[in-house]
């Protein structure tokens, strides 16, 4: 009797790898934005890709440093310091202007002056507050609304999203068992024609999972796209 050999489970992603690689997809969508002249843009994803490199410098000195220094942060603390992961949906992390300061501190060389910082920080600030319209289409679905979908079940979740597409929604939000503790997003923007939602089972790029490391990628993304995400 012979038995199939097992293929060994696939490393866990590091937390490094994550937070350069959306940093990666950040500048790129900033680049081409620069090249279409939307300035708008970049100033909402440029500043994400120096946070997430930012943060990546923090938490090769210290993973604690990515905490912030407040009563109710306890728990994040206690998380970095004994398990040192962004994966758990407790953790909660500093934002750009805590990132830039810290690394000024622990950082030498840093190359920005305070104004410098300043302007990075503002340039997103500005770009969220203005690119927020009115008539923005909110997603609207809660992730109760939806079914705790198995990974194999993709064509259900391609017809959930397709019918909120038909309603006019730009997007739905749902839990999935894979990853139980993150919702996932199907985002739909305003490119999508009808018929273009498709069942790829098994596919990296099919569902796009909002943990902690790629919340703020994932909400510029959104807001790119004129989605604004309910909580």
């Not at 038995?3 to 490393?11: D, K, N, R, V």
């Not at 500005?126 to 939806?146: C, E, Q, R, Y």
């Not at 490119?191 to 999972?209: D, E, I, K």
Request: net charge negative.
């Amino acid at each position: 009797m012979t038995h199939e050999p097992h293929e060994p489970a696939p490393e866990p992603v590091s937390v490094e790898t994550t937070l350069i690689t959306s940093a990666s997809r950040s500048i790129e969508l900033a680049l081409t934005a620069w090249s279409a002249d939307d300035t708008w843009l970049v100033g909402v994803l440029a500043p994400t890709a120096v946070e997430h490199l930012g943060k990546v410098a923090l938490w090769r000195r210290n993973p604690a440093l990515l905490v912030k220094l407040t009563s109710n942060m306890e728990l994040s603390l206690f998380i970095l310091t004994t398990r040192a992961t962004l994966a758990d949906p407790r953790v909660r992390t500093i934002g750009l202007d805590e990132v830039l300061q810290r690394l000024d501190r622990c950082v030498d060389d840093f190359g920005l002056t305070k104004d410098e910082a300043g302007l990075i920080t503002n340039a997103r600030n500005g770009s969220v507050h203005v690119g927020l319209p009115s008539d923005s289409t909110k997603v609207g679905l809660f992730p109760s609304d939806l079914t705790d979908t198995d990974p194999r079940a993709y064509p259900e979740t391609v017809r959930w999203a397709e019918a909120a597409w038909l309603e006019g929604l730009s997007g739905v939000t749902y839990m999935c068992r894979h990853y139980n503790s993150s919702k996932a997003f199907c985002l739909f923007g305003d490119r999508l024609s009808r018929g273009a939602l498709q069942a790829l089972p098994g596919h990296a790029s099919t569902r796009v999972f909002a943990l902690p490391s790629d919340a703020e990628w994932l909400a510029s993304l959104a807001l790119a796209m004129r989605v604004v995400i309910r909580p």
